[in-house]
């Protein structure tokens, strides 16, 4: 389509510490809701309330301190921070895949009472590339370009930078009138 492609990435995507902070706020935050919850019921929530995993990550929300749950404030502040310096160095648009893994099979992303944290685990392919972004709010748009041989959608991410959802949504619809997906059909 006329577009200068490189190889090339934030370097900020190489830090792998990123995610147990992601974690932790997202903890926090689903001990936080579970909390709201719980007072609208007028009573406590137990475990069978909710899924086994919304349980397990919120009483590892609990457990932080709040020294812990600033300090990965801090870090996702300064990750989306280290992120856009890519896009200011000259950058326009990211693209990546949007999962490490093909769609999985209905029910494979599920916990149980025994093993809470096994979907938590199993969604790991599937949020490699998009996670970052949803630290660092940024504008990013998934785009099914491909299917798999039993036809199931696989995506392609294009990331903007801050505020630049007008190129990313002008790219998007360039890609899209060249290689439309609104017909495409998956297998069933």
Do not use: C
Not at 64 to 83: C, N, P, Q, S
Not at 93 to 110: M, N, R
Not at 126 to 137: D, E, I, R
Not at 145 to 161: M, S
Request: charged letters at 15%; glycine letters at 10%; zero cysteines.
């Amino acid at each position: 389509l006329g577009h200068t492609v490189e190889e090339s990435h934030p370097e900020g995507l190489d830090d792998p510490s990123g995610v147990m902070q992601f974690v932790g706020v997202i903890a926090a935050n689903i001990a936080r809701v579970l909390d709201v919850t719980a007072e609208r019921l007028g009573r406590p929530l137990v475990p069978g309330d909710v899924e086994p995993l919304t349980w397990a990550v919120a009483e590892r929300g609990r457990a932080m301190t709040v020294t812990d749950y600033l300090t990965a404030i801090e870090f996702v502040h300064g990750f989306g921070r280290r992120l856009a310096t890519w896009w200011q160095g000259g950058f326009d648009l990211l693209l990546t895949p949007t999962t490490g893994a093909p769609p999985p099979p209905l029910g494979y992303l599920s916990s149980t009472p025994d093993e809470p944290l096994r979907a938590f685990m199993r969604s790991a392919p599937y949020g490699a590339y998009t996670s970052a972004f949803n630290l660092s709010g940024q504008p990013a748009i998934s785009l099914p370009l491909h299917l798999t041989k039993d036809g199931l959608p696989i995506g392609t991410q294009l990331v903007a930078a801050y505020g630049r959802e007008d190129l990313l949504l002008q790219v998007a619809a360039q890609v899209e009138a060249a290689a439309p997906w609104q017909h495409r059909e998956s297998n069933p």
